[in-house]
Each structure stands twice: as structure tokens, then as C-alpha cells.
């Protein structure tokens, strides 16, 4: 293993820690006293009941719809099944402040827990069923037809069989979809639902950084790293792998007959309506209440270039950050690997408003040069979306073959050398795809930009909150648009990458 790929793989992780140890330190530092008082009150428990509540109601919801979603699209004769299948994945083009906004605007008794349910639910299935579609495509049809053969019923089949093959695909998805209900901010507050984000952020605007914020973010770490246990023995250690090449054939879709195939499309339409036709509809509809007078072109024109050089900027940097844990984990595996790969998971599951409350209290007290910098916002995405780029660079690097690098290095070619000629252009693909998934997610990202970013820093989700904050909706319609449109070619690649990943 060369050294200095392994020092900075190690300064990676470490500056990944810096949340959870700004959390640590600091509720150390305000003592057992203080921190009881803080904890053990009513409005901890509304707030602890209120979040809680919305990942166990939401979570199963989103994972029977992806389920229901993807069986239908990649197992059965539904008509305009291709159609569906992108149509399915691309909710996740729209954020869901978007979301929220657009629902709220339509129907603005919308509140409360169930309010939040709804518009998490249609933000965030995607999730669930890109995973759930891949698998299923890539399952051996051979293991269903032997069961049916056996005169097992066609749900019988779906529950004893298709199922456990999903386990992996589901569990994965339903921790993303609770990790982001746990750090959404900007969807809640337009529904007036407080949960431990929305009241972390009041805190700080209120206190600045107080001991009651603090507190708030070490319960969110702990309902954090208590999802990431859930996840891990769900996931159990079963082996998912077959022996042999299985069946070289996709799988006979099933007929759903004149019975049910309206309720498969009723179904399928209501679903996109109310994810995509929704927001959009909305959106459209404030531009044409607006009209030209909405689109500030210096003010549009300003955010969509600071939107565009964070999300360059941090993608490319997210990707160099993640390049020597990935080529560790894939070229030199063991004990050291799998504790570089944890510990950039772990700390990448904590919210944004909490590596944001890290890096404000790192920067001010060793190194306030920095503080209120681009500097710190592009470190901040980094560390938020490590994950996007280290999973894609390591389908890289594992499709890679080392022969090749040696071959390289046998015919004289220095390693460093070999890396760019012939490594880096076997990752390029996969490199790209991270770098347009961390794109997408810095394009959305609310709560870190707004209690990061420098003053007069204008990103195309900071002019959409400010507007929509003020009641604003036709002004605020632009810059969702621009979001929507941005993020929808990311949302094709995560697509089109899951498709690739199945047919290998």
C-alpha cells in the first residue's frame, strides 16, 4: 500500500469525524446538569415523538410503494412499462422543499404529521425502488419457475422468494429514506411540523450556537447512529451470491389480465401525478401568475452561477477525497479498509444542519480566517456526500483489472503515470456518475448552505427559501424550475448507472 495514498485516505476520515466529535466534546462540555435539564423536558419529547413517529410511518410506506413499483415495471406486462421506469425514478429531480411548497400552495390546510408523511413519501420512494428495480433484474428467474413448479401460489412466490432476494436492496433503501427524513428541514417548515432539524435551526438563529442546540444534535446523531445499527441486522449476514452464471435470461413478465391491469396503471398514474405532476403544476402555474416580471435575470442569472461553481467545485473535490479510500478498499482489503470505509459512512449519515453546527464552531475557534468562507462550504459538501462518490468509484475500480496497471508498470511506465493513462480512464465513467450524484445533491442542499455559506452568497435553493419564506411564490417559481431542470440529467445517470450495474 503506498504510503501517502494511505496518509491521505486517514486525513480523510479524520476530518470526517469532526461532527461527531464537535457533538462529543461539546455535550461533555456542557456538563451532566445542564445537558439533563436540556433533554428531559416536553419539548424534547414532542419533538423526539414527532420524528420518530414520522420515520416509523413513512419508511414502510415508501418501501411497499418502491416495492409495488418496481415488481410492476420489471415483472409484469403493464402497459408503457419503459415509460414508468424513468418516470419513477425522476421524484428525485424535484427537493423536497419543492415538494413541500408546491403542496402547500395547493392545499394550504396541509400540516402536521400527516401532511409530512405525504410529501416525504413522494420525495423520497425513489430511494427504495432504483435499488429494488436493479435487483429485481438481475435475480435468476430460474429460483421463481423451480417454486411455481413445486405448486407454490404466485404471492407465495413473491413473499418466500422474490423477497429475501430483496433484502439487501430494501434495507439499503428504507436507511437512506430515514436518514433523509432525519435531516430534512426546509420540507417541515412549510407544513409547520417540528422535528429535531427545523428546532435545531430556531435554536441556532435564536442563540447562536447555544448549549440547547447542541444537545438537540447529539439526540439526532444517536437516533442516527441507531438507524445505521437497525439497517446493519437487517442486512443480516446472509449470502446473496449464487454459484454458476444462473439463467442468462430476464424473466417472463406476468400477465395482470383485464382485472387488474387499470389498477396497476390507476396506481402507477396517481403516483406520478402527485410526485412530479404536483410540483411541476405548481410551479408552472406561479410562473404564469408572475409572468416576466418574475425572472430577475441578474438575480437568476447570479444564483445559477454560484449554484453551478458550488456543485462543480465540491463534486470534484468529493471525488479527489474519496479516490484513495475507494482504491484502498478495493486494491488492499482487510481491517484497515473496512475502518476507512465506516468511518466515512457514519459520519456522512449525520444531518446537515449538524456538520454545518461542526464546522461554524471549528472555524471559529482554529481557524476564523476561514470562517464564513467558500473554503468551508465546498469542505462541508465533501463530507455530506463522500458516500455518492465513494460508492461509484469503487464499482470503478473493482471493474478495473490490476493486470492491467502492472502490464503498464512492466513496460516502464512510473505508477503515478500508469494511474493516469490507464486506471483513471478505466473509473472515468464511474468517477463521472459520482460526481453528477454528489452535483445533485449540493444543488439541493438547503440547511448547511444557509448556516455556512458566505455573506451575500445567493444559491438557486437560498433565493427559492428566502422568496418562499416572504409568502413570495411567484418569485420564489424560477429558481425551482432551474433546480428541477438541473438536477433531472443527474437523476437519468443514477437511473441509467442502476441499469448498467444490473446487466453485469
Known amino acids: 500500500m503506498p504510503l501517502p495514498l494511505a496518509i491521505t485516505a486517514v486525513i480523510v476520515v479524520v476530518m470526517s469525524l469532526i461532527p461527531l466529535g464537535y457533538v462529543i466534546a461539546a455535550s461533555v462540555d456542557t456538563g451532566w446538569a445542564t445537558a439533563s435539564a436540556?433533554?428531559?423536558?416536553?419539548?424534547?419529547?414532542?419533538?423526539?415523538?414527532?420524528?420518530?413517529?414520522?420515520?416509523?410511518?413513512?419508511?414502510?410506506?415508501?418501501?411497499?410503494?418502491?416495492?409495488?413499483?418496481?415488481?410492476?415495471?420489471?415483472?409484469?406486462?403493464?402497459?408503457?412499462?419503459?415509460?414508468?421506469?424513468?418516470?419513477?425514478?425522476?421524484?428525485?429531480?424535484?427537493?423536497?422543499?419543492?415538494?413541500?411548497?408546491?403542496?402547500?400552495?395547493?392545499?394550504?390546510?396541509?400540516?402536521?404529521?400527516?401532511?409530512?408523511?405525504?410529501?416525504?413519501?413522494?420525495?423520497?420512494?425513489?430511494?427504495?425502488?432504483?435499488?429494488?428495480?436493479?435487483?429485481?433484474?438481475?435475480?435468476?428467474?430460474?429460483?421463481?419457475?423451480?417454486?411455481?413448479?413445486?405448486?407454490?401460489?404466485?404471492?407465495?412466490?413473491?413473499?418466500?422468494?422474490?423477497?429475501?432476494?430483496?433484502?439487501?436492496?430494501?434495507?439499503?433503501?428504507?436507511?437512506?429514506?430515514?436518514?433523509?427524513?432525519?435531516?430534512?428541514?426546509?420540507?417541515?417548515?412549510?407544513?409547520?411540523?417540528?422535528?429535531?432539524?427545523?428546532?435545531?435551526?430556531?435554536?441556532?438563529?435564536?442563540?447562536?450556537?447555544?448549549?440547547?442546540?447542541?444537545?438537540?444534535?447529539?439526540?439526532?446523531v444517536l437516533l442516527c447512529l441507531t438507524l445505521l445499527v437497525i439497517e446493519a441486522v437487517v442486512r443480516g449476514g446472509a449470502r446473496y451470491a449464487r454459484i454458476g452464471s444462473g439463467a442468462a435470461r430476464p424473466a417472463v413478465p406476468a400477465e395482470l389480465g383485464w382485472r387488474y391491469s387499470p389498477i396497476a396503471l390507476a396506481f402507477l398514474g396517481v403516483l406520478i401525478a402527485a410526485s412530479l405532476g404536483v410540483p411541476i403544476g405548481s410551479v408552472v402555474r406561479w410562473l404564469v401568475i408572475g409572468g416576466s416580471e418574475v425572472w430577475e435575470w441578474d438575480d437568476v442569472s447570479s444564483a445559477l452561477l454560484q449554484t453551478l461553481g458550488f456543485g462543480i467545485a465540491g463534486a470534484v473535490l468529493t471525488c479527489a477525497l474519496a479516490f484513495p479510500v475507494a482504491w484502498i478498499s478495493i486494491r488492499h482489503r482487510g481491517r484497515f479498509s473496512r475502518f476507512l470505509e465506516g468511518g466515512t459512512y457514519i459520519s456522512s449519515s449525520l444531518p446537515g444542519i449538524v456538520v454545518a453546527l461542526a464546522f461554524v464552531t471549528v472555524a471559529i475557534r482554529y481557524a476564523s480566517p476561514l470562517y464564513q468562507t467558500v473554503v468551508v462550504v465546498i469542505a462541508a459538501y465533501a463530507l455530506l456526500f463522500l458516500p455518492r462518490a465513494l460508492v461509484n468509484l469503487r464499482a470503478g475500480l473493482a471493474q478495473a483489472p490490476v493486470g492491467l496497471d502492472e502490464a503498464a508498470r512492466s513496460l516502464g511506465l512510473s505508477p503515478l503515470s500508469s494511474f493516469f493513462r490507464v486506471t483513471l480512464r478505466l473509473t472515468a465513467p464511474a468517477t463521472a456518475a459520482g460526481g453528477a450524484l454528489v452535483f445533485l445533491g449540493i444543488v439541493n442542499e438547503l440547511t448547511a448552505t444557509l448556516l455556512l455559506a458566505p455573506t451575500g452568497t445567493r444559491t438557486l435553493s437560498m433565493q427559492f427559501w428566502s422568496l418562499s419564506s416572504e409568502i413570495d411564490y411567484s418569485g420564489a417559481a424560477p429558481y425551482a424550475l432551474i433546480m428541477i431542470v438541473l438536477s433531472l440529467p443527474m437523476t437519468y445517470i443514477l437511473f441509467s448507472q442502476s441499469k448498467k450495474i444490473a446487466g453485469l
Open 38 to 220: 436540556l433533554l428531559f423536558r416536553s419539548r424534547v419529547r414532542e419533538l423526539l415523538v414527532n420524528t420518530v413517529m414520522l420515520v416509523m410511518v413513512t419508511v414502510p410506506i415508501c418501501v411497499a410503494i418502491g416495492v409495488a413499483a418496481a415488481w410492476l415495471v420489471e415483472r409484469t406486462r403493464v402497459f408503457g412499462a419503459k415509460v414508468w421506469a424513468v418516470l419513477l425514478a425522476a421524484p428525485l429531480a424535484v427537493p423536497a422543499f419543492v415538494n413541500s411548497y408546491s403542496w402547500v400552495t395547493a392545499s394550504p390546510s396541509l400540516g402536521g404529521l400527516r401532511g409530512g408523511v405525504l410529501i416525504a413519501t413522494l420525495s423520497y420512494f425513489p430511494l427504495v425502488y432504483i435499488p429494488v428495480a436493479a435487483t429485481l433484474r438481475r435475480l435468476d428467474p430460474a429460483v421463481e419457475e423451480s417454486a411455481r413448479g413445486l405448486g407454490i401460489g404466485p404471492w407465495a412466490v413473491f413473499f418466500r422468494v422474490v423477497v429475501p432476494q430483496l433484502r439487501l436492496a430494501i434495507s439499503g433503501g428504507a436507511l437512506l429514506v430515514a436518514l433523509h427524513l432525519l435531516a430534512e428541514y426546509g420540507a417541515f417548515v412549510f407544513i409547520r411540523f417540528d422535528t429535531f432539524t427545523t428546532a435545531i435551526f430556531e435554536q441556532y438563529q435564536s442563540t447562536f450556537n447555544g448549549a440547547a442546540a447542541t444537545m438537540l444534535a447529539g439526540v439526532l
